[in-house]
C-alpha cells in the first residue's frame, strides 16, 4: 500500500509546453511498484478537465518505451469500459493537477474514490501532483475556487493528514496552510516544494525524495493552539529514479 505525493514528476523539455519528460519521481513510482519491466501506468487528469494538451504529453514522455502507458477520461463520458478493471491492472496510477475540488467531486459520482482505495489496498501505486497529491490526503490549500487559496477539506482520507503542495513556489501556500491546521481545520499536514515527492507506505510518511537539490518537504503541526513547522530533507534521487 504505497501512495507517491509530490509537487513534480514529469519535466519540462526545450520544445514547448505539454512536452513532457520523465523525471526521476515518475522513474521513482515505477520503483515503487517493483521495477516491472514493462511497467504499466494510467494517466487520470479529471482535474485538468480531461485536457487533450496533458494526455498527449503524457504519451509522448513514454514514446518509443517498454512502459504501457494508458490514459482514463471521465469527460463527457469514462472511456473505458469498466474503471475498476482497468486500474486494478495497473503498477502505477498518476494523477495530474489542476482543480482537486472538481477531481472529488467527478470521482465521486462514477465512485472512483471507492475503486482508488481497492487499488490502493491491492498494491497498486497511488501517484500524482498537486491537486494528484492533495487527493489522497484529509485534505489540502487549493485555488480550485478562484485566485484566493482556500481549504479543501473533503480528501480521499486514504492518508489521515492535510497536504500542502508548491510550498516554494506560491507564497499563500505556506502562511493558509500554517492557520488551517493551527485551527483545526486540517490535520497535522505534509507539504513539499516543487521537485519533492512524499513516500507513504500505508498511512506512514517513509521519506521524501526529490529530483533536484535545495527543496524540502515539511511537517506542520500544531502546538498549543499554533502551527509548528520542520524541514524533512528529501532524499535526492538519481535519474533513474533511486
Known amino acids: 500500500m504505497k501512495i507517491l505525493a509530490t509537487s513534480g ?13 520523465r523525471g526521476p519521481i515518475i522513474e521513482h513510482a515505477f520503483s515503487l511498484a517493483g521495477a516491472p519491466e514493462r511497467p504499466r501506468i494510467c ?3 479529471t482535474a485538468h478537465g480531461d485536457s487533450v494538451n496533458g494526455i498527449a ?10 512502459v504501457r502507458a494508458s490514459h482514463l477520461e471521465l469527460f463527457s463520458m469514462p472511456n473505458l469500459p469498466d474503471l475498476r478493471e482497468h486500474l486494478m491492472a495497473q503498477d502505477v496510477i498518476w494523477v495530474g493537477g489542476g482543480s482537486v475540488a472538481n477531481l472529488l467531486a467527478v470521482w465521486r459520482v462514477h465512485r472512483l474514490d471507492e475503486i482508488m482505495r481497492e487499488c490502493w489496498e491491492a498494491g497498486v501505486v497511488l501517484a500524482g501532483v498537486s491537486a494528484g497529491s492533495i487527493c489522497w490526503h484529509v485534505g489540502g490549500t487549493t485555488d480550485s475556487f ?14 489521515p493528514y492535510g497536504n500542502g503542495v508548491h510550498y516554494d513556489s506560491e507564497e499563500r501556500r505556506r502562511p ?14 505534509y507539504a513539499t516544494d516543487d521537485g ?5 507506505e500505508g498511512t ?6 526529490a529530483d533536484r537539490a535545495g ?7 500544531a502546538v498549543d493552539g499554533r502551527a509548528v513547522e520542520s524541514r524533512i530533507e528529501p532524499r535526492l534521487l538519481d535519474p533513474d529514479g533511486r
Open 9 to 21: 514528476g514529469f519535466l519540462p523539455s526545450d520544445y514547448g509546453p505539454f512536452q513532457w519528460r
Open 43 to 45: 494517466h487520470v487528469g
Open 57 to 66: 504529453g503524457f504519451y509522448r514522455a513514454f514514446a518509443g518505451s517498454d
Open 146 to 159: 478562484g485566485l484566493d487559496l482556500r481549504p479543501v477539506t473533503n480528501g480521499l482520507a486514504l492518508l
Open 176 to 189: 493558509l496552510l500554517h492557520r488551517l491546521v493551527a485551527d483545526g481545520t486540517l490535520p497535522t499536514s
Open 196 to 200: 519533492v515527492g512524499l513516500v507513504y
Open 204 to 209: 506512514e510518511l517513509v521519506e521524501a525524495v
Open 215 to 221: 527543496v524540502a518537504a515539511y511537517k506542520v503541526e
